[in-house]
C-alpha cells in the first residue's frame, strides 16, 4: 500500500493503488471515463504487466523495486499544439526529484528528447503522456511515468537504476520517493499553468541530453554528425548539421551510441 503525505495542493494528494495491473495509464484512463477524478489523482502500482512506452515499446521494471504510476490532469490552458509544454514541466519535476539524491553522478543527469530520463548513456526513467482534446485545447493528460528505483539488474546495459548510481544499504524509499516526486511535478506545473514559459523552456534546454554537443545520428538511413540547438515549441527536435537547420519530429531521427 502507497502512503505518501506530499506537501501539496492537489498532486499526489488521492492514490489509487493497484498491486498489480496491465497498464497504470490504461487504468487511469477507466477511472477518467467512468468517474471525474480529482485532477492530481495517482494511479501507483507495484507490478505492471502490459507496461509500454512510446508507440508501444515495452518497458522492463522488476515487482516491487521500481516507481510505476500515473498522474491525472487538467491542462486545459495549454492548445494542442502547445502539448510539449506539458512534457518540459514534467521531465523537469522528474529531474528536480532526483537531482539532489545523485551525488557525484548528479551531474551526469539529463532529459533525452523527447521524453527519458538519463544518467550519462544509460536510461533510468521514461514518460509516456496520453492527452485528450476538446476542441483545440487539452482536455485531460495521463502521465504515465516509469523510474527505475531499486532494480539493480537489467537485461540491456543500456538501463540504470537510483540504485545503481547512488547506492544506499537498504536501498530507497518508494512511497518517500514518490512523495518528493509528487511535490517536485506540481511545483513544475504550477510554473507553466502561471506562464513561466520562458523560464522552464531554458532549464529544459540546458538539461537536454546532447544539447550543444556534436554527436552521431540517424535519419531517412543515413547517418550524419550534427548539434542539438533547440526544441522548437511543438516540440520537435532542431539539429545543426553542415550549418544546415534540421527539424525532426519524434521517431524521425535515432540517437547513435558512438
Not at 503525505?5 to 496491465?22: N, R
Not at 522488476?62 to 504510476?69: A, D, H, P, R
Not at 509544454?85 to 551525488?103: E, F, K, Q, V, Y
Not at 517536485?184 to 513561466?196: D, N, T
Amino acid at each position: 500500500m502507497y502512503k505518501i503525505y506530499p506537501k501539496t495542493f492537489f498532486v499526489g494528494q488521492i492514490v489509487q493503488y493497484l498491486p498489480s495491473c496491465q497498464s497504470t495509464n490504461d487504468e487511469a484512463a477507466t477511472l477518467i471515463a467512468q468517474s471525474d477524478p480529482a485532477e492530481g489523482t495517482l494511479v501507483v502500482t507495484d507490478q505492471q504487466t502490459a507496461g509500454r512506452g512510446q508507440r508501444g515499446n515495452h518497458w522492463e521494471a522488476q515487482s516491487g523495486q521500481n516507481l510505476t504510476c500515473s498522474l491525472i490532469l487538467y491542462p486545459t490552458f495549454l492548445r494542442a499544439t502547445e502539448q510539449f509544454w506539458l512534457n518540459m514541466a514534467i521531465s523537469l519535476g522528474i529531474h528536480d526529484t532526483l537531482h539532489p539524491l545523485l551525488g557525484d553522478q548528479a551531474t551526469a543527469l539529463r532529459v533525452k528528447w523527447p521524453n527519458d530520463v538519463y544518467v550519462g548513456n544509460q536510461k533510468m526513467g521514461g514518460i509516456l503522456i496520453e492527452n485528450s482534446l476538446q476542441g483545440y485545447q487539452l482536455a485531460t493528460s495521463i502521465i504515465g511515468m516509469g523510474l527505475n528505483i531499486n532494480q539493480t539488474q537489467f537485461t540491456y546495459s543500456t538501463a540504470t537504476s537510483l540504485q545503481q548510481q547512488a547506492p544506499l544499504p537498504d536501498g530507497y524509499d518508494l512511497p518517500g520517493f514518490l512523495g518528493k516526486l509528487c511535490e517536485s511535478i506540481e511545483a513544475r506545473y504550477l510554473q507553466l499553468r502561471s506562464g513561466q514559459r520562458e523560464a522552464l523552456r531554458i532549464a529544459y534546454l540546458q538539461l537536454l541530453y546532447r544539447y550543444q554537443e556534436e554527436a552521431l545520428y540517424e535519419a531517412e538511413g543515413r547517418r550524419f554528425r550534427g548539434i542539438i540547438t533547440d526544441v522548437d515549441e511543438t516540440g520537435r527536435l532542431v539539429i545543426v548539421e553542415n550549418g544546415r537547420q534540421r527539424v525532426f519530429a519524434f521517431k524521425e531521427v535515432s540517437f547513435i551510441i558512438e
